[in-house]
């Protein structure tokens, strides 16, 4: 029997509009639609594609939310386990993924788990949240010889943050607080702007990210201009 092809589907930031039409050709025509399971209840990716999944086989691969790499391996093997043995199968796995597959998702540990497999596994490009944040605030990430730097803000930020760029401030969440304070310590957060949840229904727009609430939840994206900016 032909084995199936594994297909890591990105699904944009939350407006179902910004789905790709190869995205919804891919999510119609595979057998499986896969995704992630944080353990939180949570099916954002879920909702941004149920007009296109109704009637499929769906499947919920647990990711739990933690930094402990032994704990995540084995998740990432045992994922990868179950999707293989549909792929033997023959059948065509969409795994859904928010924002871009390629951009701090999850999904690739696992996407590179199967391949080194040797089962095929295709990429579908998503609209990543930060280009998303971006035509939402009605600015440029970048432009001319200007740089841009992406950051996981769950992470700690302060070798970024003097960076001489653009800089853009993903995944913050419970440090979201912490993130303010350094960024106005460092000067740059005079003209950063964010929006929370972008394209979904709890959107909110910051012109100025000074005057974000820090209990904004984890879809939260902040952008800080470079010092030269005008």
Request: one cysteine or more; glycine letters at 10%; a negative charge.
């Amino acid at each position: 029997m032909k084995r199936g092809i594994l297909y890591g589907v990105g699904v944009g930031p939350g407006d179902p509009e910004l789905l790709t039409l190869k995205a919804v050709r891919i999510l119609r025509e595979a057998n499986v639609v896969a995704m992630p399971d944080k353990g939180s209840g949570e099916q954002t990716a879920r909702k941004i594609v149920q007009a296109y999944i109704e009637g499929k086989e769906l499947l919920s691969c647990p990711t739990p939310m933690v930094r402990d790499k032994e704990v995540l391996a084995q998740s990432y093997e045992a994922n990868a386990d179950t999707l293989c043995a549909l792929l033997d199968q023959g059948k065509n796995v969409a795994f859904i993924t928010l924002g871009d597959p390629s951009v701090y998702s999850t999904y690739l540990y696992i996407h590179e788990r199967v391949a080194e497999r040797g089962y095929e596994a295709r990429l579908i490009p998503g609209v990543p949240s930060f280009c998303a944040v971006a035509a939402r605030l009605g600015i440029s990430l970048c432009q001319g010889e200007e740089r841009l730097l992406i950051v996981p803000a769950s992470h700690s930020v302060e070798d970024c943050v003097d960076f001489p760029a653009n800089q853009i401030y993903m995944k913050a969440g419970r440090r979201l607080g912490g993130l303010l304070e350094t960024l106005e310590q460092h000067g740059r957060l005079e003209g950063a702007m964010a929006v929370s949840n972008c394209g979904m229904e709890e959107e909110q727009v910051w012109p100025r990210a000074a005057d974000m609430d820090p209990e904004s939840r984890y879809f939260s994206v902040l952008f800080a201009p470079g010092k030269d900016r005008d």
